[in-house]
């Protein structure tokens, strides 16, 4: 049973830096693709960013590139999100997702049509 364990979410002043961080578990995730994603009460699950477990190219959202790095650490089988210069509308639950497909198409990467999602955790950035 795969499981996603989502950490690392706070409060933060606008500019300030937060990393999240997504401990998989009961899956052979060097064939997945991983990715974040974000919700504010009332809207719509956004892209935020994802990747290969195995490596390779790295997909963005337009609001977030520039600021914000995902990575895998394979010695910890976690997925990292890294936000700097965070801005007041970076506020929501961030959520972690895994698909079992390590080649999905580029729609299906930016639509939260995951297998599999964490909890979520809280990002609050304030003005």
């Known amino acids: 049973q795969v499981q996603l364990v989502e950490s690392g979410g706070g409060l933060v002043q606008a500019g300030g830096s937060l990393r999240l961080s997504c401990e998989a578990s009961?899956?052979?995730?060097?064939?997945?693709?991983m990715g974040w994603f974000r919700q504010v009460s009332g809207k719509v699950r956004e892209f935020v960013a994802a990747t290969a477990w195995s490596g390779g190219n790295t997909y963005y959202a337009d609001s977030v590139k520039g600021r914000f790095t995902i990575s895998v650490d394979n010695a910890k089988n976690t997925v990292n999100l890294q936000m700097n210069n965070l801005k007041p509308e970076d506020t929501a639950v961030y959520y972690c997702?895994?698909?079992?497909?390590?080649?999905?198409?580029?729609?299906?990467?930016?639509?939260?049509?995951?297998?599999?999602w964490g909890q979520g955790t809280q990002v609050t950035v304030s003005s």
């Open positions: 009961g899956g052979i995730f060097s064939s997945y693709f």
């Open positions: 997702a895994a698909k079992n497909n390590p080649r999905p198409n580029i729609r299906t990467i930016i639509t939260p049509t995951y297998d599999y």
